[in-house]
């Protein structure tokens, strides 16, 4: 299959698979797979910040992250360059190379003997390092940095996009959320005012101390007070301890 075609057919899996709403971990990973199809390479990684840290969010062999992790606790690798300069680094043979010794003495010692790191940009910004490993040595020429460069390019548009959609996706359902929440409070407070006889305010203080009191979100509350009069029952309202006399 010509160079080109390959590259459009891993990109023309990718999207189709997004398509069909696969979540952003599952996205990460597919492009993990494909990239190995588009190199090709024995596995991949994917590197990205973590709570502020480099991890290897998602990988095709737990050879991957055991790799990876050796340049993590060291600060210096492959990987870690391609993020940090937004560059592509190769390593022909990981007997041979010099410029990152610690990493390139684990990846020979686990018979990795190339390696190819290729930066995920997006939105101006780098979202993360794609990194494949072989096992031969001289295993990515440039022809084939040339393809994986240009996978990773599309690759880094259906990630951003798959950011935007579950953000975006969170954001609805968080909203959702507050708005079922906040018509429940105000469906509880109304039922409070009505068996009291209390002010808009006072029913939303008695809530508010209910919920201190039983170490309670307000929303859980009102919600109990909603179900119970949903239910028909006769002391819907909160009863509050009494206060002691002096």
Not at 118 to 140: I, K, Q, T, W
Request: with cysteine; hydrophobic share 40%.
């Amino acid at each position: 299959m010509p160079d080109d075609e390959g590259v459009a057919e891993s990109f023309a899996a990718l999207a189709r698979f997004f398509v069909h709403d696969g979540t952003l971990g599952d996205t990460l990973l597919r492009v993990a797979q494909l990239a190995c199809q588009a190199a090709p390479a024995g596995f991949a990684g994917i590197t990205m910040l973590v709570e502020g840290k480099p991890r290897t969010g998602v990988y095709t062999d737990p050879t991957s992250p055991e790799l990876d992790e050796n340049q993590y606790i060291t600060g210096a690798g492959p990987c870690l360059d391609a993020f940090r300069h937004r560059e592509v680094f190769r390593i022909d043979s990981t007997l041979e190379d010099t410029r990152w010794p610690d990493f390139a003495r684990a990846a020979a010692a686990a018979g990795i003997h190339s390696t190819l790191s290729v930066p995920l940009m997006g939105r101006d910004e780098c979202l993360g390092a794609l990194n494949l490993y072989a096992h031969p040595s001289h295993a990515f020429g440039d022809k084939s940095a040339e393809r994986v460069q240009r996978f990773a390019d599309h690759a880094s548009i259906v990630l951003v996009n798959a950011q935007v959609y579950w953000d975006a996706r969170l954001l609805s359902e968080n909203l959702t959320q507050a708005m079922n929440s906040r018509a429940t409070i105000d469906y509880a407070i109304g039922i409070v005012m009505a068996a009291g006889g209390h002010s808009p305010e006072e029913a939303f203080q008695i809530l508010a101390r209910a919920s201190q009191r039983e170490n309670r979100k307000l929303r859980e509350i009102a919600a109990d007070i909603v179900e119970r009069a949903s239910k028909r029952e006769t002391q819907v309202f909160i009863e509050e301890p009494q206060a002691r006399e002096s």
